[in-house]
């Protein structure tokens, strides 16, 4: 099946800075979409963004699917940001998360 | 419009016991997925539903976990008889169709504990 690297598995930010996420996965792709699981453990979806690029507020995101990688990028970032980002990606079925960005924005 | 709805959202059991989860896809959503998600990890898939019809159930671990969709609405997962190892959140999405190239809606969870 397709295998989906996130890094950093990690990150730490003061309020107001920016970070990128990343998502390498292993295979052709027909599906990828970034979430936010809050600390209650809601899954929100950001984007649904198999290739191209997209934005929403704060948050922007760009897959380059040639190249088997995707980006997440969120600037002044908030404390209320705080909590996992998955990657998931699916070539013709089965979604298949990363294991996940866990983000911690301190005030 | 009204998202993925899912009950309980917490639910704590001792092993050997049984248990059931409840979800309600997002209206006219056709496919509705049950996924398990351990401490630490990404959600994992358990079975896949195409209207009332099984698409995937590959990992669903069929000597104590099954599922249904009645009518092609509503689903109940089960888990008889519970392990220690079934401690984890499960989670219920659903989409318009079936296929990789959809985007998938996510409820809030059930967060199962087995003592």
């Known amino acids: 099946g397709i295998q989906v690297e996130q890094s950093p598995p990690d990150l730490i930010l003061q309020e107001g800075a920016n970070s990128t996420l990343r998502c390498n996965f292993s295979d052709s792709v027909n599906n990828l979409q970034w979430f936010h699981q809050n600390p209650w453990g809601q899954l929100i979806n950001l984007f649904y963004i198999p290739s191209g690029t997209k934005q929403n507020g704060r948050l922007s995101a760009t897959t380059v699917a040639t190249e088997r990688y995707s980006l997440l990028y969120i600037s002044s970032s908030q404390t209320t940001d705080s909590g996992v980002y998955f990657c998931?990606?699916?070539?013709?079925?089965?979604?298949?998360f990363g294991k996940g960005t866990m983000l911690l924005v301190s005030p | 419009e009204a998202g993925v709805a899912q009950s309980p959202r917490y639910k704590i059991i001792e092993k050997r016991q049984s248990v059931a989860f409840w979800c309600n896809p997002i209206s006219g959503h056709a496919t509705l997925y049950w996924y398990q998600q351990i401490l630490g990890q990404g959600p994992k898939l358990l079975i896949q539903f195409q209207n009332n019809g099984v698409v995937d159930d590959s990992q669903l671990p069929k000597d104590r976990f099954s599922a249904e969709r009645l009518k092609g609405v509503d689903s109940t997962l089960k888990i008889q008889p519970a392990k220690l190892e079934d401690s984890a959140v499960y989670l219920c999405?659903?989409?318009?169709?079936?296929?990789?190239?959809?985007?998938?809606?996510f409820g809030p969870g059930t967060r199962l504990t087995v003592t």
């Open positions: 999405a659903s989409s318009h169709q079936s296929g990789g190239w959809v985007e998938q809606y």
């Open positions: 998931a990606v699916s070539g013709y079925s089965t979604l298949t």
